[in-house]
């Protein structure tokens, strides 16, 4: 899974991005408000954790563009300003939970899970699943009826973002910054390579039709 920090407290933000990155999550990092509403925007985080004072444009503004765009991942908010009413501001702003510095990092993780719990894509065995397809993070590969889909890394990233996605229609381009990254320098050709490669590992389980080519659009995992 991937998430996106935005945090101008440089010490904190690279404590944070070192424990998700231990924690076997994919993590994008920001310290101004624009370079955080920029990557924001992509909509390819499965979770934005956002500072509220930041330079530039600050974490509530960051909240109300990306749900304006339709963007619904969760968003946790990280800050000093722990007043009843700013909570409440928060929160009717689009932020999904809300944690107060200083805070404990095994509440902080917690927290993170139980968002995505709630979003209905982790469960209780940290596997998220979709049409007999499931992909476990801890082994970074994904099983149908137990048995081992043997993914390459950029397969296995592949595979979970349509799953984190199911039934949404997500872009080459979407894809792309996800699984490739934005500095990469590869083309866009090479999403169109791996889905093939993808489809062929599910093509065995009959699975192979569940990954659906939108045409004009991208691609979406979505059961016939």
Not at 22 to 51: F, M, P, R, S
Not at 99 to 112: D, N, S, Y
Not at 171 to 188: L, P, Y
């Amino acid at each position: 899974m991937r998430i996106l920090v935005v945090e101008d407290d440089n010490a904190l933000r690279e404590a944070v991005v070192s424990l998700l990155t231990e924690e076997n999550y994919l993590v994008d990092e920001a310290a101004t408000g624009d370079e955080g509403l920029y990557l924001a925007e992509q909509g390819i985080h499965d979770l934005l954790i956002l500072d509220i004072m930041l330079p530039e444009i600050n974490g509530l503004e960051i909240i109300r563009r990306v749900r304006e765009a339709g963007h619904t991942a969760p968003i946790l908010l990280l800050t000093a300003r722990d007043s009843v009413a700013d909570r409440v501001y928060g929160l009717e702003t689009g932020a999904d939970d809300y944690l107060v510095k200083p805070f404990a990092i095994p509440e902080l993780l917690a927290r993170i899970k139980a968002l995505l719990r709630r979003r209905g894509n982790l469960g209780k065995d940290g596997t998220i699943s979709y049409g007999g397809v499931t992909v476990d993070a801890k082994v970074r590969d994904g099983f149908i009826e137990g048995r081992p889909l043997g993914l390459t890394t950029k397969e296995y990233e592949l595979l979970e973002f349509l799953v984190l996605n199911k039934e949404q229609i997500l872009t080459r381009e979407q894809i792309f910054d996800r699984v490739w990254g934005f500095a990469s320098e590869t083309t866009i050709s090479v999403v169109d390579l791996y889905i093939h490669y993808l489809r062929k590992k599910l093509a065995p389980f009959n699975r192979d039709g569940l990954i659906q080519t939108v045409r004009g659009a991208g691609f979406m995992l979505k059961e016939k």
